[in-house]
C-alpha cells in the first residue's frame, strides 16, 4: 500500500502568497469603494445645505414684493449691486429688506437685511462689516448666480427664478427653482431703506387715553419721533367716519403736530387715531377715547306734495351732514310721529353731495325711491304707487347714521297729504278758416268757378323747415354690482383689490367708443377698467386697488364713461365697502 505524503514547502508558500494577493485585493477594494461612498455622500450632503439655501430665498421670496424691474432677463447680484426686494411674512409681522449677492472670492451666496436695530439700519448695508451672512457652504464653489423675475406688471403674481452653477470637490453643479410670490405686485413699489416704524403721543389736551368734553368738536395735539425724519401725521375719528391731516411744525426726526377742530358725535364715545408715517410707509399710532356729551346733530327736513315728473307724489329734503354716511327714512300714516318699526328706506348718498341720481338700500319691501344730491340737499321722493291714494296724509321723520353705525336722533316730524294731480286738459285744435267763393262773381260775369275771388284771404305759404342735425345718440350705464368689498390688512405696504364689478354699456343710438374713469375712491387708490374702452352695448370688469391703511367705509365711487362722438357722457355710482380682511367674507 502506498502511503499519503503532506504539501511540500514550496506548495506551502505558494498557497500562501495567492491567498495573500487575494486578501490585500479585497482590502484595497473595499477601503476604495468606502472612499468613494464618503466622497458621494460628501457631495450629496453639500449639494442638499445648497438646496436648503435655495429654499431659505424661496421662502422669503414667497412673501415678497418690490422685486427689480430690470431682471427680466436675468442679472447677477454682485456686493455693490445686489438683488434687493421687500418681503412681509403676515401683517402683524414687519416688513423686511433682504438682499442677496454672490461673494466673488469666497464663492458663495450672502444674504443681508435691513434691521430697526443694532448697526445694519441704514441702506447700503455693504458699508456697515456683518450685515452679510454666507447661506451656502465653503465647499460649495459657486460660479454664478442668476435671478430672473418674469410677469412682472400691476396685480399680477411675478415668476422669480433662480438659478445657480458651480462645483463641489471638482464636479460641475446645476440647480434651478422657481417661487410665485402670494402677493399681487405694483411695478412702482420700491424696497424700503427704512424700516423703523415712527413713534407719536398725544399731549393735548391730555395725554391720558381718555377724555370727557361738552364741545361738538376737539384739538388735539403732541409730538412724533422718526429714526429719519416723519413724513406726516394723520387722524382719523372712527366713530363719526372723519379724517384729516394734521399740521407739523419742528425740524426732523422730532416734531410737534396739531389737530383742529376734530367733529365729535354728540352724546357717544368717539374713538380718535392719530397715526405719523413715514417716507417709507412706517406708521405708527395712538388713540385716545373722547367722550361728548353734547347734543348729537339731528337733521331738519321739510316736505311739500309734487305733480311734476310720472304721478303724485311727497318729496322729504334735508341737509347734507358731514358725520352722516347714510340717511335712515320713516313714515306712518296720518297725522303722526313716526318710530323705529316705521322705517322704509336707508338713503346710501353720503357726505359730499353728490349730482344726479343714487340707488337706494331699502329695508322693507323693495320701496322705489330716489336720492338725488345737490349742493347740500339730499331729496327723498314717495312715488305714488308708495305714497298712498290722493288726499292721504302721511308724516315724515329722518335719522342720521354715521360710518360706524351710529345713529342721530329722530329729526322733527313733517306731515304731507298726496296731492290730486289733474291730467292736463286737452288742446282744442284751431278751426281751419274755410273759403267760399264770390257769388257776385259768377252770376255777373259768367265766369268760372274756379276763376272767382276768395271771400278769405289767400292761406300763407308753409315755410320750409329748417333740416335737424342728426343726433350723436346716447347711451346709459349700469353696474353689477352695486356694491363692493375690499379688505385690507392695516398696513400701507400690502395693497388690496375690491371685488370686481362689470360696467355695462346700454346703446341707444350711439355708435362712438366709451372710455371709463372713475371719482370719490379713497385716497392713493388705483381704478381699473379691463378693457378700458368699448363699443356700445359692450361692459368692462372694474375693481379697485386700495391702501392697505385705508380707513375702513363706506366709498361712494362715480364711474363715468366719455364717449368719443359728440361730446355724449353717462355715468353710475356704486359703493366701495373696506373693511378688515377676513370679515364680511373678504
Known sequence: MRKSRGFTLIETVLAIGMFGVVILTVTTM???????????????????????GIDLMGQEILSGYAFS???????????????VFASKVRPDVPTKRIEYYLDASSKRIMRGELKAFGPCTSVPLSATPGCYAPITSDKAQISQLTYTVKNKGYNLQPVINIAVTGAIQGESFQLSSSYSPRLKQNP???????????????????????????????????????????AGVSWANQTTGDTGTASTSGTDPSITWSATSIPLLGGADNIIIVTASDADGNIGSTQILVTSTALPPVPIISSYPDCSGSGPGIW?????????????????????????????????????????????????????????????????????????????????SVKGETAVGNLSPFSNVRTASQPYCAPPPTPTPTPTPSCNFNTVCQSSLGESYSSCPSDCSAPTPTPTPTPTPTPAGSFTLTANPLLIL????????????????????????????????????????????????????GSSIFYVTVPGNTIKRDYTVGITGSGSIGGVSSA???????????????
Open 188 to 230: 412702482s413699489a420700491t424696497p424700503p431703506t427704512d424700516i423703523v416704524n415712527p413713534s407719536i403721543n398725544i399731549t393735548i389736551p391730555t395725554s391720558q387715553p381718555t377724555y370727557t368734553t361738552s364741545a361738538s368738536s376737539i384739538n388735539l395735539g403732541g409730538n412724533a419721533t422718526d429714526n429719519v425724519g416723519v
Open 572 to 586: 353710475v355710482n356704486l359703493i366701495l365697502r373696506v373693511l378688515a380682511k377676513g370679515t364680511g367674507g373678504i
Open 486 to 537: 375690499a379688505g385690507v390688512t392695516g398696513d400701507a405696504g400690502t395693497p388690496a383689490d375690491s371685488e370686481p364689478s362689470t360696467i355695462t354699456v346700454n346703446n341707444a343710438g350711439y355708435s362712438g367708443t366709451i372710455s371709463f374713469s372713475c371719482s370719490g375712491v379713497p385716497a392713493g387708490s388705483i381704478c381699473h377698467f379691463n378693457p378700458p374702452s368699448v363699443s356700445p352695448g
Open 69 to 83: 424691474n430690470t431682471c427680466d432677463s436675468g442679472c447677477n447680484p454682485v456686493a455693490s449691486a445686489p438683488f
Open 30 to 52: 473595499f477601503i476604495w469603494l468606502n472612499s468613494v461612498q464618503r466622497t458621494n455622500q460628501s457631495q450629496v450632503d453639500i449639494l442638499n445645505e445648497l438646496r436648503f
Open 316 to 396: 322729504v329734503n334735508w341737509p347734507q351732514m358731514s358725520m352722516y354716511t347714510k340717511y335712515h327714512v320713516y313714515r306712518c300714516s296720518g297725522s303722526c310721529t313716526p318710530t323705529m318699526s316705521n322705517e322704509i328706506g336707508v338713503d346710501t348718498c353720503v357726505y359730499p353731495a353728490i349730482t344726479g341720481t343714487n340707488y337706494w338700500d331699502d329695508k322693507q319691501n323693495s320701496y322705489f325711491t330716489t336720492c338725488s344730491g345737490s349742493g347740500t340737499v339730499i331729496s327723498y321722493a314717495v312715488p305714488d304707487s308708495k305714497g298712498g291714494a290722493a288726499y292721504s296724509t302721511w308724516s315724515y
